[in-house]
């Protein structure tokens, strides 16, 4: 389990981590075209956060804005808007408005059922597959997070079916990560990060009354 002052800082909150993690992946693409169609399809996640929103002229410019934004201005791309003057932005972008009454489960969060759809999209093969498999084993790790016990795969399964209305499914030869797995890695990374300040002042304790 990854603990916030570890995580780097969300530069606008309400897209999320997985938002900011593709934005950086798509920084690090070479290829000119394949990091601006990288882009184009961050911006759709995006948008597919807050439909919502779509009636408002200035919709699809507010979003690559923030995309530039996300960027810290690094991302070069050839959008359908000019790039805006990182000097000129003179307060925060917009907040971003959600309505939570669609997040089906609260444990996995807005942002993953906003990725599921978008991999509704993908044509069947071979890299739809291996994404239904990195989605289901992102599934499973949350869940674990929230409930730290156990799940079957089936569970998720069909946690992801509900989520992608039926679109995804998993197939019963994949294998997702083994409960045990991730519950031991997440236990270690805890024990990782417990301040030594508290077992020392515990330690001072048991001395001052054995004393």
């Given at each position: 389990m990854e603990y916030n002052s570890q995580r780097e800082k969300l530069i606008i909150p309400e897209y999320g981590r997985n938002v900011q993690?593709?934005?950086?992946?798509?920084?690090?693409?070479?290829?000119?075209?394949k990091r601006t169609k990288a882009a184009k399809y961050i911006v759709s996640v995006m948008a597919s956060m807050n439909p919502q929103n779509r009636d408002s002229s200035d919709y699809m410019q507010t979003l690559w804005d923030h995309l530039y934004i996300i960027s810290n201005?690094?991302?070069?791309?050839?959008?359908?808007?000019p790039k805006p003057e990182k000097d000129t932005l003179v307060r925060k972008p917009d907040k971003v408005l959600y309505s939570d009454k669609n997040i089906k489960f609260?444990?996995?969060?807005k942002n993953i059922e906003a990725i599921i759809k978008k991999a509704c999209?993908?044509?069947?093969?071979?890299?739809?597959?291996?994404?239904?498999?990195?989605?289901?084993?992102?599934?499973?790790?949350?869940?674990?997070?929230?409930?730290?016990?156990?799940?079957?795969?089936e569970v998720i399964a069909h946690h992801l079916n509900v989520l992608s209305d039926g679109k995804l499914i998993?197939?019963?030869?994949?294998k997702l990560t083994a409960t045990s797995d991730i519950l031991a890695r997440n236990k270690s990374r805890k024990k990782k990060f417990i301040p030594r300040s508290k077992d020392n002042n515990g330690k001072r304790k048991k001395r001052s009354q054995q004393g």
């Open positions: 993690k593709m934005v950086e992946y798509a920084i690090s693409i070479e290829d000119r075209e201005f690094r991302l070069d791309v050839d959008g359908p808007y609260r444990h996995y969060g999209d993908y044509e069947d093969g071979p890299e739809k597959e291996a994404l239904i498999h990195t989605i289901a084993n992102h599934l499973k790790k949350s869940y674990l997070n929230w409930n730290r016990e156990s799940v079957d795969d998993l197939s019963t030869e994949q």
